[in-house]
Each structure stands twice: as C-alpha cells, then as structure tokens.
C-alpha cells in the first residue's frame, strides 16, 4: 500500500498563507490528489499532480516532487470558509485508485 | 451542478434491518464507481470498487456478504448493508473517477449518514 503522512492539526490567521504537507511511499506513482472536506459532507476535488512541479488555481496552488514522496497543497489569502479538512490521496503500486491519508484539520481564525 | 447523486443523504435503521443506498453518475457513464466509508475525524477507507455488469471488488476486510453491491447500469450503483449493527453507522460516499484530457478528476456524492439503533 501507499504510506501517507500529513500533518493532523493546523492553524492560520485570516489572511494569511498556510502550507499543508504531504508526503508519500510507493512504487508505481500514477498521481496525487488533494481534497477539501468540510465537516459533514462529502470531499470536494483541489487537485491533481501527476508531474512534478507546481500547480496554480486561484488561491489554491498544489506542489508535486515524485523523488522526494512529496506534495504540498498552499492556501493563500485565507479566508474563515477554508476551514475544513484537506485530504491528500495518492494513486500508487501501479493503481489508479486512490488511497487517502487521514487529512489536516485547518482552523482558520480571524 | 452535481455530478454523482446519492440517496438518501440520512437514514436510521434498526439493528438487523437491511439498509439500500443509491450512487446516481449523472453527468458520465460510470463503468466504474467506488464506495467509501469513513468513521469521525478518521479518512475516508475504500470498502470495494463497483464494475458494471461484473461482480464489485472488494477491499480486504471488507465482507462481500454483509455489504452488497450492485452496478446494474453505466448510471446506477447500490450498495446494500445487510443486518446492519451500530457498529456499521458510518458515513458511507460514492465517487467516480473520470479521465480528461490525461489528467483525472474524482468527484464524489453528497454522502448518506447511516445510524444504526
């Protein structure tokens, strides 16, 4: 299987910038996911990285280095609804089904 | 607009009743669709991967007997818990992964909260 380690807890101010942290063991690397989940509902999709490098979209940005097993998500201008949790899934071992790490609560406070 | 429908969003059922939950592909023909499940504050498990027109494919661990999936249709997955116990309320998610254009995107379904008495 896929070893997926992120942080469990952060915090950040409203306005801000965080970076979330994932990293990763598996052979067969096919992509990497990130998700919001607010609580109680189903995962929303942030991103996919399959290539190295860094992927923007709007506030959020995603960052990939398959030698080092590591992504990260960064949230900029943080804003009190981007509370929630952040899933980093990881499609490894020549699958291309997702595995999921337990995933980061951000609290955002003003 | 939402792209894979669940239904229902809740449900609370007693303990030895069956339970059926609907995974609705709204936007794609789904020849596969995955189900999930996750406890509070934990991550979401993949219990089995459902095949069109084939048997699912299950996670290990996961009872094939006591969880019955059903994937008559490109548009149509259920997924049965037979005699549920309270320790089977979860929060059970469907998801579809589509491929475009070399990248995939993974959408999931609202959710259906399943207590068991």
């Known amino acids: 299987g896929q070893n997926i380690d992120q942080p469990t807890e952060m915090t950040a101010t409203e306005g801000a910038i965080v970076q979330i942290n994932c990293t990763y063991q598996t052979s067969g690397f096919n992509g990497l996911f990130w998700y919001q989940q607010h609580a109680g509902e189903a995962p929303t999709f942030l991103s996919y990285n399959v290539l190295d490098g860094l992927e923007e979209k709007g506030r959020f940005s995603s960052f990939l280095s398959r030698s080092k097993g590591y992504s990260y998500l960064l949230l900029k201008e943080l804003q009190m609804k981007d509370s929630a949790s952040y899933l980093c899934a990881v499609m490894g071992g020549g699958s291309y089904i997702p595995t999921f790490g337990r995933g980061t609560s951000l609290i955002v406070h003003p | 607009g939402a792209v894979v429908s669940q239904h229902p969003s809740w449900v609370i059922c007693k303990s030895g009743t069956s339970v059926k939950i609907e995974c609705r592909s709204l936007?794609?023909?789904?020849?596969?669709m995955f189900w999930y499940r996750q406890f509070p504050k934990q991550s979401l498990m993949l219990m089995a991967t459902s095949n069109e027109g084939s048997k699912a494919t299950y996670e290990q661990g996961v009872e094939k007997d006591k969880f019955l999936i059903n994937h008559a249709s490109l548009t149509l997955s259920t997924l049965t818990v037979t005699s549920a116990h309270p320790e089977d309320s979860s929060f059970y998610i469907c998801s579809l992964k589509v491929r475009d254009r070399g990248t995939y995107e993974q959408y999931f379904g609202p959710g259906t909260r399943l207590t068991v008495t």
């Open positions: 936007d794609f023909q789904a020849t596969t």
